[in-house]
């Protein structure tokens, strides 16, 4: 099995920054993709970024140009590195891997952390 750590969040003021981090554990050689979602209180989980094992990364709107996405996909660890933060995006951020290898076989499943809280005040 894989487990998920977020760890980073916390209350920054608008326009600030802020870095999330999540590590996996467990029993894994790659993943096919590794990325953020999040979910504000009273909202849908929504997608922040995904960045897959050769690198490709994908944005929301909302994120294009302030976030920016990274990981190491054979240590199972992504970051997101956000910047002018904006109020809306106060919410739980959550690291969604998905599609994982080991040294046997692909299992199609996808692995949630428990998430970080990031609150962004006015």
């Known amino acids: 099995q894989v487990q998920l750590v977020e760890t980073g969040g916390g209350l920054v003021q608008a326009g600030g920054s802020l870095r999330l981090s999540c590590a996996a554990s467990?029993?894994?050689?790659?993943?096919?993709?590794m990325g953020w979602y999040r979910q504000a209180p009273n909202k849908a989980r929504e997608l922040v970024a995904i960045?897959?094992?050769?690198?490709?990364?994908l944005y929301a709107d909302s994120a294009k140009g302030r976030f920016a996405i990274s990981g190491d996909n054979a240590e199972g660890t992504v970051s997101l590195q956000m910047s002018s933060l904006k109020p809306e995006a106060t919410a739980a951020y959550f690291c969604?891997?998905?599609?994982?290898?080991?040294?046997?076989?692909?299992?199609?499943?996808?692995?949630w952390g428990n998430g970080t809280l990031v609150t962004v005040s006015s």
């Open positions: 969604p891997f998905k599609g994982l290898w080991t040294t046997g076989a692909y299992y199609d499943m996808d692995f």
């Open positions: 960045i897959s094992r050769g690198g490709s990364t």
């Open positions: 467990g029993n894994f050689v790659r993943f096919k993709t």
